[in-house]
């Protein structure tokens, strides 16, 4: 159970296109999402907290304009990477968190990420 | 800022031995951590929690313990395997705020 399914898994496009990466929670209903980005060599970096049906939540330094955020349904989160430049090749991973426990003691389940290059 | 590391960066061990990977974190609101596995090209795998209120939890063959004094984390895996291979990354849950911290990783390699 918990499987998290990101899509695609890997991206190449021209600088100036926008990215689209979904992720769904595939056998649970998660009310929040989080994503995070990953360099070469470093640890998750949280970007933002999608939530469902409101704003997501976006950690200080990460343009909210620069990567938009949708979590319209209680399984699928969407991040768009907007005009992309070749400074926003990275590894990028959803997580979601189950709505069906109670208590804030439930793990992430992670996505198996999106590497993101542009040219 | 508060942030959770490692003390070391790489591990290397004998298959068939323990492992133990440690952690330190500094944020005291942290009520809540989780250790993962990340293999390469991959997400992160959860593998063991446990909570403030906690000392030890064993899983099957690997055992967590915190030690909130000193803020320290470990992670033991018991009888190491090839597969055991990859990056592991200890988190911590900053309590109201329900979002993750992750540590900086420990790369671990099984040697035959």
């Known amino acids: 159970g918990a499987v998290v399914s990101q899509h695609p898994s890997w991206v190449i496009c021209k600088s100036g296109t926008s990215v689209k990466i979904e992720c769904r929670s595939l056998?649970?209903?998660?009310?929040?999402m989080f994503w995070y980005r990953q360099f070469p060599k470093q640890s998750l970096m949280l970007m933002a907290t999608?939530?469902?049906?409101?704003?997501?939540?976006?950690e200080q330094g990460v343009e909210k304009d620069k990567f938009l955020i949708n979590h319209a349904s209680l399984t699928l989160s969407t991040l768009t990477v907007t005009s992309a430049h070749p400074e926003d090749s990275s590894f990028y991973i959803c997580?979601?968190?189950?709505?069906?426990?109670?208590?804030?003691?439930?793990?992430?389940?992670f996505g198996d990420g999106t590497r993101l290059s542009i040219l | 800022g508060e942030s959770v590391g490692l003390h070391l960066p790489t591990l290397s061990v004998q298959e068939g031995d323990n492992s133990i990977i440690n952690c330190a974190y500094s944020?005291?609101?942290?009520?809540?951590f989780i250790w993962y596995k990340q293999e390469s090209g991959k997400g992160p795998q959860f593998i063991i929690d446990?909570?403030?209120?906690?000392d030890k939890r064993q899983g099957q063959r690997v055992t967590v313990l915190l030690n909130k004094t000193v803020k320290h984390l470990s992670l033991q895996i018991a009888a190491t395997q090839p597969g055991d291979s990859a990056v592991y990354f200890c988190?911590?849950?900053?309590?109201?705020?329900?979002?993750?911290?992750f540590g900086q990783g420990t790369r671990l390699t099984i040697n035959p």
């Open positions: 997580s979601a968190r189950e709505v069906s426990r109670t208590g804030p003691f439930q793990p992430q389940h």
């Open positions: 056998d649970f209903q998660a009310t929040t």
């Open positions: 999608s939530n469902e049906g409101s704003k997501a939540t976006y």
């Open positions: 944020n005291s609101a942290s009520d809540y």
């Open positions: 446990i909570r403030s209120n906690m």
């Open positions: 988190a911590e849950n900053i309590g109201g705020a329900q979002k993750l911290v």
